[in-house]
C-alpha cells in the first residue's frame, strides 16, 4: 500500500518539467529566430533593405528628432512636388512608433543605439515574438506539444524571412506578430470566456491597425468564424465575449488611427463585422429568451424576435446599399477589389497591377516560401476535425480563406505562412504522438506499463477530446437547463459507452512496431530537409539587400553599389531644392539618401501625378522637356541594367509607364509601342518605341561600352545606337551604368529689342514651324 502514495507527486512533478523544458525549448525558438535572419547583416553590412523600408526609415528619425507632435502634424515638403504630403494622417503608424519606443527605451537605459540599428533589427526581433504568439496560439487548439513545433517551424519559415530579414523595416516586421496575437486572444477569449481576454483582444486589434492595412483580414475573418459557429449550432455565451467587445472597442479604437478614420464604419471591408454583430445579438436574445420562457410562450417571442430581428437587418441593408452604390468602387478599395477579382487591377487600375508583388505566385513558389509545410497542411486539417471544437474550426477557416488570397497575390503568402505552420506543427505532433505510443506499447520492457500509460492524457487526441467533452457540457449547462433527467440518462448512456469507444480509439492509434520505427525517421528527414532548405533560403535568397547587388562569376565576388553612389553624388553636386524626376519605385530612397525632392514616390496615392511622369518618360524628348520643366525638374534620374544584366530596370517597366500614362492621357497609345503584339527594342522596335525619352536616356553613349550595343537584359543589339540629346545633359552615370542621371538643359533666351514688323513674321515663322513640328509628333 505504500507504492501508490510515492507515486502520487509524479504527474506535478512531470507537468512542472514539461513547463521549464517548454520555456527553454521557447527561448531557444526565439533566438533562432532572431539569428536567422542576420545573414544579411554577416553578409553585407547593417543598411535597410528595399524601397519602402526607406520612407519608414526616414519618418522614424524624424519621429525620434521631433517628437511625437510634431509627426503627427508633419507636412512632407519634399515628396510629391508640387503637392506634397501630410506624414500623420496618411501612414500606418505602428512600425514608427515601435522602433521609436525601442529607441527611447534603449537610451533611456544609457545604450546609445543609431536609430538606424534600432531600425535594421526591429524585424528580427519580432519574428521572435511571432513564433511565440504562434506557440499560444496552437497550443490553445491541439496542445503544448503542437504549438512548440508550430513555433519553430514559424521561426524559420522562408515566407516570413522574405519580410523579417534584418535590414527589412517594412510595416509586415511587426504586422505577423500582431496578426497572429489578435487569433491568439480570440481563440483564448472563445475558450475561457473571460472579458479580460476580450478587452486585451481589441487592444491587440488596434495594434494591428495601426501596424498594416491588412487589418481588413481580422476584422473579416473572426465575423465569418462567428457566423460558422452560429450556423452550425456551436452558439455560447463565450463566442458572444470573445465577438460583440472586439467589434464594438477595436472599430473605436481603430477610428483612433488617421490613415482609417471614418473609413472604420464607412468602408465595405468593415461591414460583415457588423452585419454578424446584428445577427450575434439576435441569436443571443433568442438563446435567452428560451432558458427563461416555457415552450409555448418561446415559439410567439422567437417569431416575435426574428421579425424584429430581420426588420433590423433589412433596414440596415438598406442604409448599406445606399452607402455603397454611392461609391464608384462600392465602398471597396482598389486593392480589396484586386482581392476578389483577381482580373480588376488589369482592367482598371494598372498603377496596382504594375507591382510586382500583386502578381499571382507561381506554383514552384510555394515550394520556395513554405517548402515541406505545403504537403503537411491537409493532414493538419483532418486532425483539426478529430475532434472538431471552436477553435480548431477556426484555423481551418483561417488556412482555408489564407490560401485563397495567397493565390491571387504573391505578397500574401506572407499571411499563408502562420496559418502553414500551424496546421503542419499540429499534423507532426498528431503523428510523432501515434508512432512513440505505438513503439512504446510494443517494446518488450514497457509493455507492462501500456495500460497506465495509455490512460495518462498523454495523447494529445484523447486530451483533445476530453476538452471538448467539457465544451460540450458547459455549452449543454447554458441551454438545457430545465432538463436535468435527461442528462441523468446521457451520463448513464456515457458510462456504458465509454469503455469500449475508448479501446477502439487505443486500438486504432496503435501501429505495427516497423512501420512506427520508419514512420519517424521520415519525420526526421523531413524536419532535417526543411531546416536546410530556410538556412538556405535566409542566407542566399532572402539576405540580399536589394540596394546593394552582387552576383558571382569564375573572376569571384562582384559588388554593385552603383543606387548608394547615385544618390551620393545627387546629395553633394546638387542644390538641397533641386527636384529630382524619376519612376515612383525610386521615390522613398531618393528622400531618404539624397534628401531631394521627388516628383512621385512610392506611396502611389496620386494616379494622375504618376500618369504625367509616364507619359513624360513615354513621350518624345521635346514633349518630356515641357513636362518636366512644368514640374520644376532639374534632374531625372533612369535605371538600365542592360550592361551588367540587372532585370529590374527602367526599360523592363517601361510598359508600365505607357500603360499608366495612357490611362490618363489617351494620346499615349500602347499599340504604338509594340511590334506585332512584341516589345521590342531591337531594329524591329517602332519608331515611337526609338524615340522616346525612356530609350534615349537609358541607351545613351551605349554603343561606346562593347561596340555593338548588345543588351544582356534583352539579350539582343539595340535598334537606334547613334544619336544625340538635344534637351537633356548626361551629368552623371555611375560605375556599372546602373544608374543614370540627366539634367534639363535651361530654356532658350528670348531675343529682344526687335522692330514689330520682324516680330510678326518672326511670330508666323515660330507658328507655322510649331505647325511643321506638330505633323512630325509621333504621338498623332
Request: net charge positive; proline share 5%.
Amino acid at each position: 500500500m505504500a507504492g501508490p502514495p510515492e507515486q502520487a507527486p509524479a504527474p506535478g512533478l512531470r507537468y512542472a518539467f514539461g513547463s521549464v523544458l517548454s520555456f527553454f525549448i521557447l527561448l531557444l525558438i526565439g533566438v533562432f529566430a532572431f539569428s536567422i535572419r542576420l545573414f544579411s547583416v554577416i553578409k553585407y553590412e547593417s543598411v535597410i533593405h528595399e524601397f519602402d523600408p526607406y520612407f519608414n526609415y526616414r519618418v522614424t528619425q524624424f519621429l525620434t528628432k521631433n517628437g511625437i507632435y510634431d509627426f503627427w502634424n508633419w507636412f512632407d515638403d519634399r515628396t510629391w512636388y508640387p503637392l506634397g504630403r501630410v506624414i500623420g494622417g496618411t501612414v500606418y503608424p505602428g512600425l514608427t512608433l515601435t522602433a521609436g519606443t525601442i529607441w527611447w527605451l534603449l537610451n533611456s537605459l544609457n545604450i546609445p543605439l543609431s536609430v538606424e540599428t534600432v531600425c535594421v533589427f526591429t524585424a528580427p526581433i519580432f519574428s521572435a515574438f511571432a513564433a511565440w504568439a504562434t506557440y499560444l496560439l496552437t497550443k490553445e487548439v491541439k496542445g503544448a506539444g503542437a504549438g512548440l513545433t508550430a513555433a519553430a517551424l514559424l521561426a524559420m519559415v522562408p515566407s516570413y524571412i522574405s519580410r523579417s530579414v534584418a535590414g527589412s523595416y517594412d510595416n509586415e516586421a511587426v504586422a505577423i506578430f500582431a496578426l497572429i496575437f489578435t487569433f491568439y486572444l480570440y481563440i483564448k477569449t472563445l475558450n475561457t470566456g473571460s472579458l479580460f481576454y476580450a478587452t486585451l483582444n481589441a487592444i491587440a486589434y488596434f495594434y494591428m491597425v495601426c501596424s498594416w492595412g491588412g487589418y481588413t483580414f481580422i476584422i473579416n475573418l473572426i465575423p465569418m468564424h462567428a457566423l460558422l459557429c452560429i450556423v452550425t449550432g456551436r452558439y455560447s455565451s463565450r463566442l458572444y465575449v470573445a465577438y460583440a467587445p472586439l467589434v464594438v472597442l477595436g472599430t473605436l479604437l481603430a477610428a483612433l488611427v488617421p490613415v482609417v478614420g471614418f473609413n472604420a464604419v464607412m468602408t465595405s471591408e468593415h461591414f460583415a463585422s457588423f452585419l454578424v454583430f446584428i445577427i450575434i445579438h439576435v441569436v443571443a436574445l433568442v438563446d435567452y429568451i428560451k432558458g427563461s420562457l416555457s415552450p409555448k410562450m418561446f415559439k410567439v417571442a422567437v417569431t416575435l424576435v426574428v421579425s424584429v430581428g430581420l426588420a433590423v437587418c433589412f433596414a440596415v441593408v438598406a442604409v448599406l446599399v445606399a452607402l455603397v452604390a454611392s461609391s464608384p468602387t462600392m465602398g471597396w478599395s482598389g486593392r480589396s477589389l484586386s482581392l476578389l477579382d483577381p482580373t480588376y487591377a488589369s482592367k482598371y487600375i494598372p498603377i496596382i497591377a504594375s507591382v510586382s508583388e500583386h502578381q499571382p505566385p507561381t506554383w514552384p513558389s510555394y515550394f520556395m516560401d513554405i517548402n515541406v509545410l505545403a504537403f503537411l497542411v491537409p493532414a493538419g486539417i483532418i486532425a483539426c476535425f478529430l475532434p472538431l471544437s471552436d477553435a480548431s474550426s477556426f484555423v481551418v477557416l483561417y488556412i482555408v480563406t489564407s490560401v485563397y488570397f495567397s493565390g491571387v497575390m504573391v505578397r500574401l503568402m506572407l499571411v499563408l505562412a502562420p496559418a502553414a505552420c500551424i496546421m503542419s506543427g499540429i499534423a507532426l505532433s498528431e503523428a510523432f504522438d501515434v508512432f512513440t505510443r505505438s513503439i512504446k506499447f510494443q517494446l518488450p520492457g514497457l509493455s507492462g506499463n501500456s495500460e497506465v500509460n495509455a490512460g495518462d492524457g498523454s495523447s494529445s487526441t484523447v486530451v483533445a477530446q476530453n476538452d471538448a467533452a467539457k465544451t460540450d457540457k458547459r455549452e449543454d449547462t447554458l441551454k438545457d437547463r430545465p432538463s436535468r433527467k435527461n442528462k441523468k440518462k446521457e451520463k448513464e448512456k456515457e458510462h456504458v459507452e465509454k469503455a469500449p469507444v475508448k479501446s477502439k480509439v487505443k486500438r486504432l492509434l496503435v501501429l505495427p512496431l516497423e512501420a512506427s520505427v520508419v514512420a519517424l525517421l521520415l519525420i526526421v528527414l523531413l524536419g532535417a530537409f526543411y531546416v536546410v532548405h530556410c538556412v538556405w533560403a535566409a542566407a542566399e535568397a532572402y539576405s540580399a539587400p536589394s540596394i546593394v547587388l552582387t552576383s558571382h562569376s569564375h573572376d569571384g565576388l562582384h559588388v554593385f553599389d552603383d543606387f548608394r553612389e547615385a544618390y551620393a553624388w545627387l546629395s553633394h553636386n546638387t542644390d538641397v531644392d533641386d527636384k529630382v524626376a524619376s519612376w515612383w519605385d525610386y521615390g522613398y530612397q531618393t528622400t531618404a539618401m539624397a534628401n531631394r525632392t521627388v516628383i512621385v514616390d512610392n506611396n502611389t496615392w496620386n494616379n494622375t501625378h504618376i500618369a504625367t511622369v509616364g507619359t513624360a518618360m513615354s513621350s518624345p524628348e521635346k514633349a518630356a522637356w515641357e513636362i518636366f520643366n512644368s514640374l520644376d525638374v532639374k534632374y531625372v534620374l533612369v535605371v538600365f541594367g542592360g550592361l551588367v544584366g540587372y532585370p529590374s530596370d527602367d526599360i523592363n517597366k517601361f510598359l508600365w509607364m505607357v500603360r499608366i500614362g495612357g490611362g490618363v492621357f489617351p494620346h499615349i497609345k500602347e499599340p504604338d509601342y509594340l511590334r506585332d503584339g512584341q516589345y521590342r527594342i531591337d531594329s524591329q522596335a517602332t519608331p515611337t518605341m526609338l524615340n522616346c525619352l525612356m530609350y534615349k536616356l537609358s541607351y545613351y553613349r551605349f554603343v561606346e561600352t562593347d561596340g555593338k550595343a548588345f543588351d544582356r537584359v534583352r539579350r539582343t543589339e539595340i535598334g537606334k545606337k547613334y544619336f544625340k540629346l538635344t534637351h537633356f545633359d548626361e551629368v552623371f552615370t555611375t560605375h556599372h551604368w546602373m544608374v543614370r542621371i540627366y539634367k534639363l538643359r535651361p530654356p532658350k533666351n528670348r531675343i529682344r529689342g526687335k522692330t514689330k514688323k520682324p516680330k510678326s513674321k518672326g511670330s508666323s515663322t515660330t507658328s507655322s514651324k510649331r505647325g511643321g513640328t506638330r505633323k512630325k509628333n509621333p504621338w498623332h
